[in-house]
């Protein structure tokens, strides 16, 4: 899980073009929003394109797991298990 952990690390850096910033300096059990990272709802928007196009994930737009899915990088790639059965 650890090697998925780093893939989503770096796809957020690239995706939200967070310059400055490595896979190193994300812990994967830190909240994304407000805390931690800081990301916001556009944020959240531009990642889930960004899973959905590499890891072909569905995300439902009110289901109210998908707050719970996006909580850390840990439960992102939880989710990107759970969709893919391969990691």
């Given amino acids: 899980m650890d ?3 780093n893939e989503i690390k770096a796809l957020i850096i690239e995706s939200l073009d967070l310059e400055d910033m490595t896979p190193a ?3 994967s059990d ?3 929003f407000v805390d931690g990272l800081g990301l916001d709802s556009i944020d ?3 990642l ?3 899973l959905r ?3 072909g ?3 439902e ?3 109210s797991d998908t707050r719970k899915h996006f909580r850390s990088v840990a439960t992102l790639a939880a989710l990107v298990c759970a969709q893919t059965n391969n990691r």
């Fill in 53 to 55: 196009k590499k890891y």
């Fill in 48 to 50: 889930g394109i960004a």
């Fill in 57 to 59: 994930i569905v995300l």
């Fill in 25 to 27: 300096d994300i812990e």
């Fill in 44 to 46: 959240a928007l531009e």
């Fill in 61 to 63: 737009t009110g289901d």
């Fill in 30 to 32: 830190a909240p994304l």
């Fill in 3 to 5: 090697a998925l952990e």
